[in-house]
Structure formats: C-alpha cells, structure tokens
C-alpha cells in the first residue's frame, strides 16, 4: 500500500502557513488553507488527506468546529490542534470529543510539528492498512460463499446473478447511497439453499406448487443464511437484510419503524424481486408480473422500489436483441434469451443467465457426454451488465 504524506495545514495568519511551508515541504506534500471554509474545499477537491493541523482561533469557525467536520467527510483523517491558548479546558474538550490526535502549543517549533506530522501519518497508514486487511478478508469471506453457492446450487447462482443486475439499477435510480449493502445482500441472499434440497428449489424454480412441508423448509432459508454471515466483521446489516427478505412493504415499515423508507431500501427491493422472479416462473411476462404486483403497492411493495424495477424492465426490453447462434458460437459473456436445455430436455440453465467461464467450460464438456439442443437464443449486444427477458 502506497503511504499517504498528504498534510493540510489551517491558519488564518498568513505569514505563518508560508513559513509552514517552507520548512516542511521536503518531507510532505502541504496544502495549505488561510480559512476553514476554503480548508473544506481543498478537502473536497483534493483528498484524502493523511493529517489535518488547524489553529484553534480563527473567525468564522474555529478550529474545533473544523476538526469535527473533518472528521465527518474522512475520519480517517488524523487531527492535529494548534493553539496559542493552552488551557486545560480547551484541550479537554477537544480529546474528549475525539477530534484531536495531538495538542500542540503556539508557537510550535518546527522540529516539534514535523514529529507530531511524522507520528500522525504513522497513525493513518496503520489505520488504511488495517481498513485494507479487513476489506480484502471480507472480500474473501463473500467470494467463498459465492463459490459455495455456484457450486452446490447452479440454478441457484444463475438466478442471483439475474437479481444482482437488477438489484444494482433499481438502487441506482434510487439514488440510494450505499449501493455495496445492496449489492452484497443480493449476492448472498441465496446462500441458505445449500441447505435446502435440490427438488424443493427446481419445483420452486419452476413455478410448481410446493407442499406445506417443501414450503416450511423453503421459507427457513433466509434465517439460516442470516446465521451463515452474521459472524463475519462488517456484516451484521446484511445479515439483517437477507434474514428479512421476505417482509412484504407494510411488515417492514412497521418492525423498522424507527427507520425511513431509504433506510430500509435493501429489504424492500429483495422482497420486491423475490416476488418479481416467481411470478416470471410462472410463464407470465414482465409487464404481466409488474402489472400484478402493482395491485399491492404499499401492502406488500414499495411504489418507489416498483417503479424503479418497472422503468428498468421496460428499458430492457425495448432495447434488446436476440441472436440465434450455434453451440460452437458460444462464449463467456452473453444471455441466454432462452432456456439452454439438452435433447433429453433437461434444464441447464434458465433464460436469462449470463454465461461465466465456469459455466461456459461446464456446458463445452456437457456437450461432449450428452448434445445440447440448438440453435441457441442469445441477447446480442449488451451492455451495461443488464440482463434481459424474453417475452
């Protein structure tokens, strides 16, 4: 990991920000700010910044209400205070409301900044490398489940790609801000059908009725993957999401009362697509389906979550285009438009799946033992990462 040396330095002296400059340059990249509101600017425009060290008195906002701030764009940030009035009070409190790595009295000897600066930096590489070490363990963690799924339920997978792509737009048209929650959520909302036995999710899969028994050990799938991740650092909200993924709108709006309607966006558009993709299995079309799901806004849908998925599905099938190709013709990266299906008829794979190298090296070698049926129906052209449905 490349080390951050980024300073930026807040004064409304003038004279002293030059003479800050001159003398700490050769050892960090300095920005400098003579005011807070113009420091927050070049925060903006030009960071992450390692260190962060601001006078205490200055007009407009001092360098308190500064620090605090910062620590709210970036609180990796590390903050260093400068004050020509050292009372214990002001030191207190700015430890207190932990907005200050260090307190350093004015005038402050250069050698004395450089240490602070040198020992502040040391702080926010350790802290980025430990975010890092967490972020690429979590990464793992998910990756590993993902495998688990694709492996144990292929169907399964396929179908969770097809709710990923369309979980992704609908967040986006939202603008909802965390988009990483819901696309992790989407990712392993699945993963409690490992448990769950094959003919039980082919017989879902497909629109059949399940029996009372098949439908009890169906709908405990959400709970034990909750389990599944809930142990794992960083994901205890999503562990949340999947575990309620099936509240229809009114349920969640009052188990989450205490929440807004964006804070609990996640839940709504699994529940919206979980519901989505059965009625599909069904053989109806995605206008039939959105049109029947529209009867329930706001019992059991979001309006917002159900128009987002609406404008997307309409996007999507004014713009596709179907393909007829080979077997030979067949490459990692496109749609299945159809469902891909041996002579025998046997399900390999449901329309709408994109093919993955895995699944592209499964099918060739399939198609060795035992032909699959051609001509093949493709999207052609896709973009975006969109997945298409054919009426």
Same mark, same amino acid.
């Given at each position: 990991m490349e080390k951050n040396r980024k300073i930026l330095l807040v004064d409304d002296e003038k004279n002293i920000l030059s003479a800050y400059k001159r003398n700490l340059r050769t050892k960090f990249n300095v920005y400098l700010a003579d005011d807070p509101f113009v420091a927050l600017e070049i925060i903006k425009n030009h960071g992450p910044f390692a260190a962060i060290v601001s006078d205490l008195k200055m007009p407009r906002m001092n360098g308190l209400e500064l620090l605090e701030k910062v620590k709210s764009i970036n609180k990796n940030t590390v903050r260093i205070m400068l004050t020509g009035f050292a009372d214990v009070e002001t030191a207190i409190e700015a430890i207190n409301n932990?907005?200050? +790595?260090?307190?350093? /009295?004015?005038?402050?000897?250069?050698?004395?900044?450089?240490?602070?600066?040198?020992?502040?930096?040391?702080?926010?590489?350790?802290?980025?490398?430990?975010?890092?070490?967490? &972020?690429? /363990? =979590?990464?793992?963690?998910?990756?590993? =489940?993902?495998?688990?799924?694709?492996?144990?339920?292929?169907?399964? @997978?396929?179908?969770?790609?097809?709710?990923? /792509?369309?979980?992704?737009?609908?967040?986006?048209?939202?603008?909802?801000?965390?988009?990483?929650?819901?696309?992790?959520?989407?990712?392993?909302?699945?993963?409690?059908?490992?448990?769950?036995?094959?003919?039980?999710?082919?017989?879902?899969?497909?629109?059949?009725?399940?029996?009372?028994?098949?439908?009890?050990? +169906?709908?405990?799938?959400? &709970?034990?993957?909750?389990?599944?991740?809930?142990?794992?650092?960083?994901?205890?909200?999503?562990?949340?999401?999947?575990?309620?993924? @099936?509240?229809?709108y009114k349920s969640a709006k009052a188990k989450f009362k205490n929440k807004s309607e964006e804070e609990i966006f996640p839940i709504l558009i699994l529940k919206t697509l979980n519901d989505y993709f059965e009625l599909l299995a069904t053989g109806i079309t995605p206008q039939q389906a959105i049109k029947k799901m529209e009867k329930e806004i706001e019992v059991k849908y979001s309006k917002d979550v159900l128009g987002a998925l609406d404008a997307e599905i309409s996007g999507i099938e004014k713009d596709r285009t179907i393909r007829i190709i080979k077997i030979n013709e067949l490459k990692p990266g496109v749609v299945l438009a159809e469902d891909l299906r041996d002579v025998n008829n046997f399900l390999l794979l449901p329309k709408g799946s994109r093919i993955t190298p895995i699944t592209f090296s499964k099918i060739i070698n399939y198609n060795k033992m035992t032909k699959i049926k051609e001509p093949i129906e493709i999207i052609d052209e896709i973009t975006d990462d969109k997945i298409y449905f054919r009426k």
């Open positions: 932990g907005n200050i +790595f260090r307190l350093l /009295t004015k005038p402050c000897k250069t050698e004395d900044l450089a240490k602070a600066l040198d020992d502040a930096i040391e702080q926010y590489n350790l802290i980025m490398a430990e975010k890092e070490l967490l &972020t690429e /363990t =979590l990464r793992g963690a998910i990756n590993i =489940l993902v495998e688990i799924l694709s492996t144990v339920q292929p169907l399964v @997978f396929n179908f969770t790609m097809r709710f990923k /792509t369309l979980a992704k737009a609908i967040a986006e048209r939202l603008k909802y801000p965390n988009i990483w929650e819901v696309e992790i959520s989407v990712l392993l909302m699945h993963i409690g059908l490992v448990s769950v036995p094959t003919e039980i999710i082919e017989k879902k899969l497909h629109g059949l009725k399940l029996t009372d028994e098949e439908l009890k050990i +169906f709908i405990e799938h959400p &709970t034990i993957g909750a389990s599944l991740i809930s142990n794992i650092p960083r994901l205890s909200k999503i562990s949340e999401n999947i575990k309620n993924q @099936f509240l229809d």
